[in-house]
């Protein structure tokens, strides 16, 4: 089935709300540059780049074919020993990526929007993939989400990026206060990946602070207290990254 299927006339127009999300924006649409995304949940990391992924793959003048989404399904990354195949698996986490898409198209009822969704999964513009079945595979003329980026060791960022084909672009979205990492050679590994990002002219890094938090009511309330009195991450803090960065 041809991507045509469902097209760039039907995602809605989202623009960007916070002066960082119209960084990206910017960035990804005018200067053309891969991403990494970090910082405060609750931001719309995750959201806008399946936006602005959607609405290139969708563009029929560009040569874009599908987006695809690529995490750890779980912290212990033992989805091999998970039953069933990768689509089964890797159906653990696709529930939050259909709920941010319904959002970017209008339809008369979640029935039809579910018909939509699924052509947009059968005619190939999404699709869903795990670190546990990277190797030996090639991506090209595909936009590569890499969510949770925070959870992947260096090994593994290593390899996703190393997929990354021809005509392709990559995002990297990552919250490090819900880093799973417990290892500190983990966590170095993913500090080092990102000076390597940050060096890179094909790259644009953007912090997202708790200013960008976009929730509503209490929910923003509290991820930002969170975030202040910097629960939820250990050992593991942005000031720390930051520091590292500058050295």
Known sequence: MSKKDVKLD??????????NQKVVFDSWRKNDK?????????????????????????????????????????????????????????????VPYHNMVQFMFEQASDTAFNMLY????????????????????????????????????FHELDTVITRVGQDSKIIFCGDFFQSDLTKLSEKEGLQGFMRILENMKEFEVVEFTIGDIVRSGFVRSYLIEKTKQGLGAGEWNYRQILQLQNT
């Open 34 to 94: 891969n991403l990494f995304l970090f910082g405060a949940a609750g931001t719309g990391k995750t959201f806008i780049s399946m936006y602005l992924a959607l609405e290139q793959v969708l563009d029929p003048k560009t040569k874009y074919e599908n987006v695809i989404i690529i995490r750890s399904v779980v912290p212990t990354r033992d989805i091999g020993f998970l039953p069933g195949d990768e689509e089964d698996k890797s159906a653990l986490y696709q």
């Open 10 to 19: 039907d995602l809605v127009t989202i623009k960007p709300i916070t002066d």
């Open 118 to 153: 699924d052509r947009l999964k059968n005619q190939g513009s999404i699709t869903f993939l795990t670190t546990s079945y990277l190797r030996g595979i090639t991506l090209d003329n595909a936009i590569v989400i890499v969510d949770e980026s925070q959870n992947l060791n």
